[in-house]
């Protein structure tokens, strides 16, 4: 059977293989327990200043291959329960990991796929309970030369930790493994025990310091909807991923499928766009190809067409957006990649191991002659929320409306008001709704002044919707009161004053809800200058609407008057409201 090509540059791969084959330079003694019993760090650090990165990683591995490869005989050896580990994030979980991978049941790649988001985050919690004055960075090669960490967890541990994961020059695990460019038969199985054993050799180093108080992990709401299918264990030719399949652990389908995902997309973007053929490897001197340049409009300074956008489809581009990149979108690979959910429930993941089944199998389908059956609204992109908020608004505007009718009525008996009747909405319901589902969109590269506008926009229907509710609640009080005969004099005559500017609500929530899709329809059309006056106009617009909420709650109708006013009169200005 021919061997499968290995998607490593060649410098990557030749740091690798230093650690495979068998222990020919012999062994160390048995009788060791972390990490401080078999690394000097004074024999290997100084000669990282004067030594280029590949050259100082390239003889740490060295090094240290005689020492990896004890430790590995020390872990396979050993028999009984596994060690307790506290301070990982999930133990119980990496430990039935490793011991899965002793027992044969799964290879280094699933297991240390599965081993670094546990270890990533477990990092972060030393630093958040040991140091918390440092911020955490975020990627974990700024995590390992954080100096405070090293200081907790002792040098010969992160001369380790250093190799694994320090720079795109040295092992780089993490990054190699989930962004798809590691195959199991790249992988040496020493990473498996040696990372185990790195666990153990901290948990010693740290035990008596106190408790690692964990973080919170982040939690999706699970609301959140996508399309589904059924993995099917005889469409992939992977051993873990049908093994994983046969028996239902919907986290480790999760992220196999999602870094086989990335490797898909990104194969396809080198295809379509012609891009020369080390894209596809794994580079320390460059930046990987990840889901961002993939998703971008060009593929380099020159503006060059991004191919790959019109390959996949508008909806098939549409619902990857979502899942992957959008900030409000779950990002369910960048999350769980780096370990900021919780990995102890894998039921917890059988909807994302079905919503990325069906990504996988319309993207292979867009390279056949199939036609791609995909059928997505967006849920994320900035424009969809507003649309979203919009949607939610009417109706209530709507009841709103409805209410002070009714109130209108009533307390024009009481008052002796002569009230308007108030424009019916349903018409303008439907127009508006219908209008929001024509707004053009555009996910990709928004420039700077359009993505303000829609933020203000955001935070404008908000405020609407605040105002409106906190408006329908005083209505529905001062008509009880007035139904219970409990209104007092003061209490009718601040009545009077509210219902007496139905009229000019009625116009300014109406007017609002219109300029709000006249905005977002000529968005991308407008010039920059038109989005400035937009930009500022709306600013003025929130502060007005944000402040007219108080005024209501606190019943201070002679100010409302002028807010709304003020409200209305900018709303008149505002570019293309008409």
């Not at 280094?108 to 919690?125: F, V």
């Not at 389908?253 to 086989?260: D, F, V």
């Amino acid at each position: 059977m021919a061997s499968k090509p290995s998607f490593l540059s060649p410098t990557v791969k030749s740091l690798w293989d230093i650690f495979r084959g068998t222990n020919s330079a012999g062994s160390l003694p048995l009788e060791f327990s972390s990490y401080s019993d078999l690394i000097t760090p004074d024999l290997t650090w100084p000669r990282r200043v004067n030594q280029d990165p590949d050259t100082f990683y390239s003889h740490l591995a060295r090094d240290l291959r005689v020492i990896m490869h004890s430790v590995h005989e020390k872990v396979m050896a050993t028999d009984g329960p596994s060690r307790n580990l506290p301070w990982l994030s999930h133990p119980q979980l990496f430990n039935e990991i490793v011991q899965d991978f002793r027992q044969g049941r799964y290879r280094c790649h699933a297991t240390l796929m599965l081993m670094c988001p546990i270890l990533e985050r477990s990092l972060g919690n030393i630093l958040f309970s040991r140091a918390p004055d440092v911020a955490i960075p975020p990627l974990l090669r700024d995590l390992v030369s954080s100096r405070r960490l090293i200081t907790v967890i002792g040098r010969s541990n992160a001369i380790v930790l250093d190799l694994f994961f320090g720079s795109p020059h040295s092992v780089n695990l993490r990054n190699i493994i989930w962004h798809g460019f590691a195959q199991d038969s790249d992988l040496p199985s020493v990473f498996v025990t040696n990372i185990y054993f790195l666990c153990a050799s901290i948990q010693i180093r740290i035990s008596d310091g106190g408790a690692i108080v964990p973080r919170p992990f982040i939690v999706l709401a699970p609301d959140i909807e996508f399309p589904q299918e059924t993995p099917d264990e005889s469409s992939d030719e992977c051993p873990d991923l049908r093994n994983a399949i046969r028996s239902h652990h919907h986290l480790l389908i999760t992220a196999e499928l999602l870094i086989k995902m990335e490797f898909q997309l990104r194969r396809i973007f080198c295809a379509v766009n012609k891009c020369h053929q080390r894209t596809l490897t794994a580079e320390n001197s460059r930046v990987y190809i990840t889901f961002k340049e993939m998703f971008s409009s060009t593929i380099d300074d020159s503006g060059t067409e991004n191919k790959l956008l019109s390959f996949l489809g508008v909806d098939v581009l549409n619902l990857l957006m979502d899942l992957l990149i959008l900030p409000k979108g779950p990002r369910i690979r960048d999350r769980l990649g780096h370990g900021e959910l919780d990995l102890s429930q894998s039921e917890n993941f059988e909807k994302w191991a079905k919503t990325v089944t069906f990504v996988k199998i319309r993207i292979a389908e867009s390279e056949t002659d199939k036609v791609v059956e995909c059928q997505y609204r967006p849920q994320f992109h900035p424009i969809f929320i507003v649309i979203r908020s919009i949607e939610t608004l009417v109706p209530t505007i709507c009841d709103l409306q409805s209410s002070m009718g009714t109130a209108s009525k009533d307390f024009a008996q009481v008052l002796d008001l002569e009230v308007d009747p108030l424009p019916d909405l349903s018409s303008w319901r439907d127009t508006i709704l219908t209008r929001c589902q024509g707004i053009p969109f555009n996910l990709l590269d928004r420039p700077p002044p359009e993505c303000s506008v829609i933020s203000i926009v955001n935070r404008w229907t908000r405020a609407l919707k605040d105002f409106t509710v906190v408006l329908a609640k005083d209505v529905h009080q001062r008509t009880r009161k007035l139904h219970s005969q409990e209104s007092s004099l003061r209490h009718l005559s601040s009545s009077r004053k509210l219902f007496s500017m139905f009229q000019v609500v009625s116009e300014t929530v109406l007017k609002s809800i219109i300029s709000l899709t006249f905005v977002l329809k000529d968005l991308q059309s407008l010039d920059p200058m038109a989005l400035g006056q937009i930009q500022k106009t709306l600013k003025q617009t929130c502060i007005i609407t944000e402040k007219t909420v108080a005024l209501v709650d606190k019943s201070k109708y002679d100010e409302l008057k002028y807010a709304l006013t003020a409200w209305f009169n900018l709303l008149t200005d505002l570019p293309h409201s008409q």
